[in-house]
């Protein structure tokens, strides 16, 4: 599996953003995570395979939507009212399989390279 993820940026407080994460094939679990400077990637976002469930972290909810189209191999994760605390390089990982929702790093198989998000106050 090969992860593309894109769409990070520089933004006011208060903005948005749209990121996205390409993946081949099609029967996996993804999740965004994020790392900030000088602390631990946390978790944000899951969703399973086929789309039918989602979870968030406390901080993503009501801010952050995920969503995928499996027909083109995408994820992506809006991201509205970003605050500065949501600064950090943000990772889209894989399960492969039909499994279902998962919040720890070290349940995926394969990870992107990671897009910087920048939210300035």
């Known amino acids: 599996v090969q992860l593309q993820a894109s769409g990070g940026g520089l933004v006011q407080a208060g903005g948005s953003l749209r990121l996205s994460c390409a993946a081949s094939g099609r029967r996996y679990s993804m999740g965004w995570f994020r790392q900030a400077p000088g602390k631990e990637r946390e978790f944000v976002v899951a969703i399973t395979w086929d789309g039918s469930s989602t979870y968030y972290a406390d901080s993503a909810k009501g801010r952050f939507t995920i969503s995928r189209d499996n027909a083109k191999n995408m994820v992506w994760l809006q991201m509205n009212s970003l605050k500065p605390e949501d600064t950090a390089v943000y990772y889209c990982?894989?399960?492969?399989?039909?499994?279902?929702?998962?919040?720890?790093?070290?349940?995926?198989?394969?990870w992107g390279q990671g897009t910087l998000v920048t939210v300035s106050s």
């Open positions: 990982a894989v399960k492969s399989g039909l499994g279902g929702i998962f919040t720890t790093s070290r349940s995926y198989d394969y």
